[in-house]
């Protein structure tokens, strides 16, 4: 089985190939084929099994057609924690580069004036940790009724942080 196969665009596949990887992991070759139908689905697996490219690769492929507006992001990831959301943000970047897509990250500890702008500028896909993302939504920066695309990682970490208020209202949203 090759990523190919998993109906990834060969623009895609070329990004991947040049990280060094010619076969899906289990995860990607189960989760990947659903998320390009747009099936909502619970993903499960350990830490170090391709999980984060599961659901980013099938995303890029989504964005890869559509246009970016002001103050609406067309898609969600929330993470846990501020370096989960780095990491996926690594990920965007690497799989991403043959495709021209806008991403910013929202996360507590750093000014906001730089993710304002971002979001001003329009976004393909926000990766956010609850907190800060609820704040700028309370200031009135952003709308997520634009937002077609919303990944829960590390649910269970969500879950014990307790962070399912916020996810709630988030969910609300959207
Ligand atoms: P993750 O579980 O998403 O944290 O990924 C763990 C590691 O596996 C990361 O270093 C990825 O770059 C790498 N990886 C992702 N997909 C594959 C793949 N298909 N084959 C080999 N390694 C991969």
Redesign the pocket.
Known sequence: MSFADLGLSPELVQAVTA?G?D???PI?AQAIPSVLMMRDLIAIAQ???????SFVLPMIDILAHGRRRAMMPRSLILEPTRELAAQVAENFEAYGKNHDLKMALLIGGVQMGDQVKALNEGVDVLIATPGRLMDLFERGKILLTGCDLLVIDEADRMLDMGFIPDIETICSKL
């Open positions: 990280k990887y076969t899906p992991t990607q830490t170090g099994t391709g999980k984060t490219a």
